[in-house]
């Protein structure tokens, strides 16, 4: 690939600014693995122009804003196609149509505002039923409705766009895998024997550095919803202690309350980091509960790295349709080093309220498994370490094993989310960093695409 | 002495980070049990409002207080001639939930104005020279009357702020699960999202139905209104401005569905915080 092919061009609907568009088209350049250079023309052009490097196949979109007035009921699932290959990505009501002209796509409607509102939970905010508890249930989406609830849109648009503009997909992940899985346990409940063989287990499937994510809340922090271990006392960490000897990640398992409450959280990490002897950066809470974009804010300013609260608590799915890691806009601080991954399968998902055949269970996976792989995603797993007493939670960990073993048969990766966020700041970092927006000169200067006349009405002049 | 000063947004950021008053005023809607218990509250605990504006429901109201409008210092003589027990207005419409009633009873001094908004409630609140005003529960707010008063409008909300804004907030807090709380806040132009002042816990109880959590959010509300002016009379309440992203704001009526959940929820005593 030549030093052009590793710039998306993105020149914007007009002279800006447009923080969040940008943040989502980077957002897109990370996982199609560019750099991304912004130009900006003097005037409100109302669409995005797009391409790869230099020259090439363009992609031309119309602006329709942050996708903030997009309705529940009012997007679509819509096809698309780019040669032989096709994903599912979302639009607003009014319809998708391709137009192709040459090797040149317009469509006539805006694709990036629909991630924004996915990314950002839009259709949560519509949706009142997401504080029950705090929790948002898959049978609420409406992407459950459009049978979607597991399908990767962000990553399905970003592929696409890729296609169009002749940027193919990159291998995502350690030893160069084209997707992953992350594996992560949370500690509910401490049992003699439950750490030695949850760790036994995944040595065996050869998982490297699995996060488990640890509760540190005291009894004033705590709830009858919370487990009842104190990290503090010798009992939990005579039972905890296999985990400080292996080689794992540790998160925080955040209590009911402290998805809302700074001040637990912060006194969570510390009790935890006390405990471990190094950084806490991951947390996930207890029960999902989840604010959007509160509880995300506090983590970043409490010092957490990333998040991996976001899931259903009653159906496995994508809950902000988005199947790898995505960095978090903050309303206040715009791109913030501090990254999202949500959970898409969950172990009391296949059991509880309803327990899944094996036949069920496995054609689920199986079209996961496809999604995932063919967009070079990665796959968030949450199974609770007390289910390993198979006594009590028979077959629980069988759907692990099973979930694993099929995993390396495809190509997948299997490591801690911690592993798997390094290959994503490494490439956030390359496209990022390497690529500050146009500025040339004296304000007058062009973008020049003339060699690309057809897909141009003339050049743009650059205003910053 | 702190100045709201509004910016372009309309959102208040304080000159100072304490809000300290001498003297208030009451605003509001003439029948109100919110509004009376915070009323109540606040006269109960020996602070004495400088006057009251009710917004005016009949045109009599208006007829009998628009002589008032114009005269300076009216509130010094307003309440001379009152006896507690005849009607506080032609109708004799006097309730528990009555502003003028209480006004009565207490001998605070009144008047009718047509709205909160309009230039008679603000030329009045400028001319009383106070420091701050107790709404008492209203409309929203616009600019005149936000910026009547050195230290702004002061509202209680019976929910955790900036967590919870809009209507039915405590209902949504409890749908959610979360411990309940009242707020103090002063008004700014958004819903619920100027600073906020202080917060008091709102317990529930084991055998509680949703009026009984209603009814003790009014009596908490008045108890937190107290506290608060009281606070910013002797010493001065520090301020805790908020930001836009704290809080999701509800709106409109919470569906009847949600509401039947939340009393079964209750029925079956599973609320995660009772005390």
């Given at each position: 690939m030549s030093e052009t092919h590793t710039r998306l061009q993105v020149m914007m609907p007009?002279?800006?600014?447009f923080p969040y568009q940008e943040h989502l088209w980077r957002l897109v350049g990370a996982h199609l693995g560019l750099a991304v250079r912004f130009g900006y023309p003097s005037e409100p052009a109302g669409e995005y122009r797009v391409f790869c490097g230099s020259g090439g196949p363009s992609l031309r979109m119309p602006f329709e804003g942050g996708g903030g007035d997009l309705l529940a009921d009012g997007v679509r699932l819509h096809r698309v196609r780019q040669g032989r290959r096709r994903w599912k990505v979302l639009a607003g009501a009014k319809g998708l149509k391709v137009k192709c002209q040459g090797a040149d796509v317009t469509v006539n409607t805006d694709l990036i505002g629909p991630l924004g509102w996915l990314l950002s939970l839009g259709e949560e905010g519509q949706?009142?039923?997401?504080?029950r508890y705090g929790l948002f249930q898959?049978?609420?989406?409406?992407r459950r409705r459009m049978g979607a609830l597991s399908e990767p849109i962000f990553e399905n648009t970003a592929a696409w766009i890729g296609a169009v503009v002749d940027a193919p997909l990159p291998p995502a992940y350690a030893r160069e895998a084209t997707w992953a899985v992350a594996v992560s346990c949370d500690v509910d409940v401490l049992g003699d024997g439950y750490i030695p063989a949850v760790l036994e287990f995944l040595d065996e499937h050869r998982v490297e550095r699995p996060t488990f994510m640890i509760c540190a809340h005291s009894e004033e922090e705590g709830?009858?919803?919370?487990?009842?271990?104190?990290?503090?006392?010798d009992s939990a960490s005579r039972l905890l202690e296999p985990l400080r000897q292996a080689d794992v990640e540790v998160g925080l398992h955040g209590s009911y309350l402290a998805h809302d409450r700074p001040g637990f959280l912060m006194a969570q990490k510390c009790r935890l980091e006390q405990w471990w002897g190094r950084s806490v950066q991951g947390h996930r809470a207890h029960f999902y509960r989840f604010a959007y974009p509160r509880s995300w804010a506090w983590q970043h300013r409490c010092g957490f790295l990333y998040d991996a609260s976001l899931g259903y608590p009653d159906l496995p799915g994508l809950r902000s349709a988005c199947a790898s890691p995505t960095m978090f806009y903050d309303h206040e601080r715009g791109s913030v080093p501090f990254t999202v991954f949500p959970t898409a399968v969950l172990d009391q998902h296949f059991f509880w309220p309803t327990r899944w055949s094996r036949r069920k269970f496995r054609k689920y996976i199986s079209a996961l498994f496809k999604r995932i792989a063919r967009i070079n995603g990665a796959l968030l797993l949450d199974w609770h370490t007390y289910t390993i007493d198979a006594q009590r939670y028979r077959g629980w960990w069988d759907r692990l094993d099973e979930i694993l073993s099929w995993a390396r048969e495809a190509g997948a990766c299997s490591s801690g989310i911690g592993k798997v966020l390094e290959d994503y700041r490494r490439r956030w970092e390359r496209c990022t960093v390497q690529c500050p927006a146009l500025v040339l000169g004296d304000g007058t200067d062009t973008l020049d695409l003339s060699d690309r006349s057809a897909n141009n009405q003339g050049p743009f002049p650059i205003v910053r | 002495m702190p100045r709201p000063v509004y910016s372009s947004k309309g959102s208040v950021v304080m000159e100072k980070d304490v809000c300290h008053i001498q003297s208030f005023a009451v605003i509001g809607l003439p029948v109100t049990r919110h509004g009376v218990s915070l009323i109540r509250h606040v006269v109960e605990a020996g602070l004495r409002p400088k006057f009251g504006l009710i917004i005016a429901q009949r045109d009599d109201q208006l007829e009998r207080s628009s002589g008032l409008w114009s005269v300076p210092e009216w509130w010094e003589k307003a309440a001379e001639g009152w006896s507690e027990t005849e009607p506080a207005s032609e109708s004799g419409a006097?309730?528990?939930?009555?502003v003028e009633a209480l006004y009565r009873v207490h001998r605070v001094p009144y008047v009718f104005v047509p709205d909160l908004n309009g230039q008679v409630a603000c030329e009045i609140i400028s001319r009383g020279a106070v420091d701050a005003i107790l709404l008492a529960e209203g409309p929203i707010l616009r600019e005149p009357i936000l910026r009547a008063s050195r230290c702004g409008v002061v509202n209680v909300h019976a929910a955790p702020l900036p967590e919870y804004r809009g209507n039915h907030a405590t209902r949504w807090a409890l749908y959610h699960d979360e411990p309940l709380c009242v707020s103090a806040h002063i008004v700014d132009?958004?819903?619920?999202t100027g600073p906020i002042l202080a917060r008091q816990h709102l317990p529930v109880m084991r055998t509680d139905t949703l009026v009984d959590v209603d009814e003790r959010g009014f009596k908490v509300c008045g108890e937190l209104a107290a506290e608060v002016f009281a606070h910013a009379i002797r010493t001065g309440v520090p301020i805790q401005p908020q930001r836009p992203w704290q809080g999701r704001t509800f709106k409109g009526q919470m569906p009847r569905e949600f509401i039947e959940e939340l009393e079964r929820r209750l029925r079956d005593q599973e609320y995660s915080h009772y005390e």
């Open positions: 007009g002279p800006g600014p949706i009142y039923r997401r504080d898959g049978q609420d989406s409406v709830t009858i919803r919370d487990p009842s271990y104190d990290i503090t006392t | 006097i309730g528990e939930d009555s132009k958004g819903i619920d």
